[in-house]
Nanobody
Framework: QVQLVESGGGLVQAGDSLRLSCAAS????????MAWFRQAPGKEREFVAS????????YYADFVRGRFTIARDNAKNTVYLQIVSLKPEDTAVYYC???????????????????WGQGAQVTVSS
């Protein structure tokens, strides 16, 4: 199994930037495709971005529109989500997730990922 711990959330103002981190432990990090999801109050958890095991391939949800960047450092067993120009509608709990399966292009459902962190709250004030 792999354990995931997010950090970097908090209260920010609209227009600010923020970087979330997710530290992995327990298994070989580079064996897993990684993703970020988010869940706003009263809404379903939604896919944000994913990144391949080696970090060379990334996928994003349509709403990202260039404001989010996913990256990973396999030497540090960490995946990141950089968000710029934050908006109040970005307020959510952000989760990182891991999958041992391939073909990340089609892995955008919650059920596609077997390992989850506890989540990091991001609150954007207007």
């Amino acid at each position: 199994q792999v354990q995931l711990v997010e950090s970097g959330g908090g209260l920010v103002q609209a227009g600010d930037s923020l970087r979330l981190s997710c530290a992995a432990s327990g298994r070989t990090f580079s064996d897993y495709g990684m993703a970020w999801f988010r869940q706003a109050p009263g809404k379903e958890r939604e896919f944000v971005a994913s990144i391949s095991r080696g970090g060379s391939i990334t996928y994003y949800a349509d709403f990202v529109r260039g404001r989010f960047t996913i990256a990973r450092d396999n030497a540090k067993n960490t995946v990141y989500l950089q968000i710029v120009s934050l908006k109040p509608e970005d307020t959510a709990v952000y989760y990182c997730a891991a999958t041992g399966g391939g073909n990340l292009a089609v892995r955008r459902r919650r059920s596609d990922y077997g390992y989850w962190g506890q989540g990091a709250q991001v609150t954007v004030s207007s």
